[in-house]
């Protein structure tokens, strides 16, 4: 391998001429891989530290497909959600026949972001009253109960899991459940925001 050459001076004003040292190569390319590291490393604390703007965001759905499939299929009066402020972000709406609740059930979820960052579902269904809200309050401990509408409504809570719930079964032969982390408020907010759908 041929070195570069280049001219030094020295203090005392001579000029030779030096076909360079081997370390000072190797000086250079390690000095650049160290550089380029640090940049990786720095880019790495910053895409870890700051989290992507769209992390946070909910991703807002439309539940119109599985609303008209429960008004069809449901062989109940079905309820959904109406008149709740926009901050009320829908993210997630399932729509079960039959399934783990039982043959003839039609079972609908529908889940939201509320206004303070949290989950708030609705869940309906024909099936054993019982068993559902065993399921889907997790067992929750019963509270006493509250009106909403003039509707009375059973509570109970889940402290573990940091889960609210608010349950009744109509005389019509359907089950509602409300439930979340939300705050009792905005549970209450869900509740009364059902009508017909």
Not at 41 to 48: C, D, F, S, T, Y
Not at 95 to 108: F, P, Q, S
Request: glycine letters at 10%; one cysteine or more; aromatic letters at 6%.
């Amino acid at each position: 391998m041929q070195l570069p050459r280049r001219l030094l001076v020295h203090p005392a004003g001579r000029a030779t001429l030096s076909c360079g040292e081997p370390g000072a190569a190797l000086n250079k390319v390690l000095g650049s891989g160290l550089s380029a590291l640090g940049c990786l490393l720095a880019a790495a604390v910053v895409v870890v530290a700051i989290p992507a703007p769209h992390a946070a965001e909910p991703v807002t759905i439309s539940y119109r497909a599985d609303l008209d499939r429960l008004v069809r299929l449901a062989p109940y009066p079905a309820v959904a959600p109406r008149g709740l402020p926009a901050s009320w972000q829908p993210v997630s709406s399932g729509l079960t026949v039959g399934g783990a609740n039982g043959a003839g059930t039609v079972t609908w979820a529908l889940g939201y972001m509320t206004p303070d960052g949290l989950l708030a579902s609705l869940e309906e269904t024909n099936a054993d009253p019982a068993a559902f809200v065993r399921r889907m309050t997790n067992s929750g401990t019963a509270l006493p109960p509250s009106s909403v509408n003039g509707q009375v409504w059973n509570l109970s809570a889940t402290p573990a899991r940091g889960q609210r719930s608010m349950y009744r079964t109509s005389p019509a032969g359907f089950t509602l459940v409300v439930t979340g982390n939300a705050s009792w408020a905005e549970l209450r907010q869900l509740a009364a925001s059902l009508r017909p759908a």
